[in-house]
């Protein structure tokens, strides 16, 4: 069966400071793999996604980045914290190429900032 | 561009009276509709999808191609609905893998 690791659960980073954010997709191959962030009032907010290594495509312009270094792991990441990074965030997969595909999402990680 | 509305931050029914969750969307192609849902402490999962044309849960969504939209709708409401709705938004793969969430909207069942 296919599980979906995210880690760690939560973080307190002081502003300024890097981060990293991993994502790993177990007992599937080629997945789709996404970042959202949940925040209050907002919804689900997509920030990035990704078809294959190396594939990242960015909706939200910001103090942010992912990237795709092996088939099923997706990394967040960011050169310096600002407070407003402070959020839910959620990494989900869905299988390539199918119709009506369910996504599948992690524990997501309680990322705040100080 | 795709995008999708979720009038309703907040619904509050009365147990045993209808629900109704609301969603438009935005786009240009064919596209794949769904409803997940997360209950209290518990990971987001899909609650249907529009081209099964089924009921989970008592739930139902039925895609509106004309008025753009996929409201979910249930006959009597039961506590245990209690949780936050989220309306997705599907290319359909093949090219397409983006997948675009409403903002949700949380139900409240009062007993």
């Known amino acids: 069966s296919q599980t979906i690791h995210q880690w760690p659960a939560t973080l307190v980073q002081p502003v300024g400071s890097p981060l990293s954010l991993e994502c790993t997709v177990e007992g599937t191959s080629n997945p789709n793999l996404y970042w959202y962030r949940q925040a209050a009032g907002r919804g689900l907010q997509l920030l990035f996604y990704?078809?294959?290594?190396?594939?990242i495509s960015s909706e939200v312009p910001q103090n942010l980045s992912a990237s795709r270094p092996q088939d099923r792991q997706f990394i967040l990441s960011s050169k310096k914290l600002l407070l407003s990074d402070s959020g839910f965030y959620l990494c989900?997969?869905?299988?390539?190429?199918?119709?009506?595909?369910?996504?599948?999402f992690g524990q997501g990680t309680r990322l705040t900032v100080v | 561009a795709q995008r999708v509305t979720q009038p309703e931050k907040l619904l509050s029914v009365f147990k045993g009276a209808p629900v109704e969750l609301k969603c438009n969307y935005s786009?240009?192609?064919?596209?794949?509709l769904f409803w997940y849902v997360q209950y209290s402490r518990q990971r987001l999962q899909l609650l249907l999808r529009?081209?099964s044309r089924e009921s989970i849960k008592g739930f139902t969504a039925d895609l509106n191609k004309g008025e753009t939209s996929f409201h979910l709708k249930k006959p009597f409401a039961q506590e245990e609905d209690s949780a936050m709705y989220y309306c997705?938004?599907?290319?359909?793969?093949?090219?397409?893998?983006?997948?675009?969430f409403g903002t949700g909207t949380r139900l409240t069942i009062i007993p």
């Open positions: 989900a997969w869905t299988r390539q190429g199918f119709l009506s595909t369910e996504a599948f």
């Open positions: 786009y240009s192609g064919s596209p794949e």
């Open positions: 529009h081209i």
């Open positions: 997705a938004l599907g290319g359909g793969g093949f090219g397409n893998e983006k997948l675009t």
């Open positions: 990704s078809v294959g290594i190396g594939q």
